[in-house]
């Protein structure tokens, strides 16, 4: 079974700018998680997606939104990038339930902000 | 709010000497629990987890960890740790109800010299 892939893998932007961020869940999963990882915070959670609806949103402003399609693919935008954005962001799927359900992660896409 | 304590932030062993490294969450309620752990240059990959049951789990790669209830504990041991066991790790939490999201510690940066 093939993992979780995001795309693309690095990124560099500038202030201002928004970007797109695509993850492609394991197969049969339909749950997909964003996580933004930086050294001084950890890991964040995003926002969690389930059948095209976002059921939980972590603490994030406004700019950082997401969305899933029919085939559980998921993106995620920020919008308005601040030097702060600068993160690794993770996508995590898992079949149903990520309280019960084993999270798989990707390789992260590697976002900076200059 | 949940959150979830990972007291040892930098641990540094040589090869053959026992690990342990602590996690302590804060929920009163039912709770999942889990160690991630991140190789250099790899995906975050799960180590172990604790749902319910035998309170002493096994993971992959030697790893273990005990589900101490009373004193919101979810410990990772290993007995006797090798080069290769150099990585990051993160304990996290759910909570197995409506929320779906995983919670974690900030991490331990484990660097085990040969």
């Known amino acids: 079974k093939a993992g979780v892939t995001q795309t693309p893998r690095y990124l560099i932007k500038t202030r201002g700018q928004q970007v797109t961020l695509s993850c492609s869940p394991i197969?049969?999963?339909?749950?997909v998680s964003w996580y933004q990882q930086t050294p001084g915070q950890g890991l964040q959670f995003l926002f969690e997606y389930f059948s095209e609806t976002q059921r939980n949103k972590g603490n994030f402003p406004g700019r950082f939104s997401g969305r899933q399609f029919s085939n559980s693919r998921s993106e995620m935008n920020v919008s308005t990038l601040e030097l702060g954005d600068s993160a690794l962001y993770l996508c995590?799927?898992?079949?149903?339930?990520?309280?019960?359900?084993?999270?798989?992660f990707g390789p992260g896409t590697r976002l900076t902000v200059l | 709010a949940q959150s979830v304590s990972q007291h040892n932030h930098h641990v540094i062993l040589s090869e053959a000497a026992s690990l342990e490294l602590g996690c302590n969450y804060s929920y009163g309620g039912t709770v999942n629990l889990f160690w991630y752990v991140q190789y250099p240059g790899q995906h975050l990959q799960l180590l172990l987890k604790y749902f319910s049951g035998d309170p002493l789990v096994k993971g992959i790669k030697g790893f273990e960890a005990e589900f101490i209830k009373s004193k919101f504990s979810f410990n990772l041991r290993k007995p006797s740790v090798q080069w290769s066991d150099t990585a990051e790790y993160f304990c996290a939490v759910t909570v197995n109800t409506g929320f779906q999201k995983l919670v974690f510690g900030t991490g331990t940066r484990l660097l085990v010299s040969p």
């Open positions: 197969s049969g999963h339909r749950s």
């Open positions: 995590a799927s898992s079949f149903q339930r990520p309280s019960t359900d084993t999270q798989y």
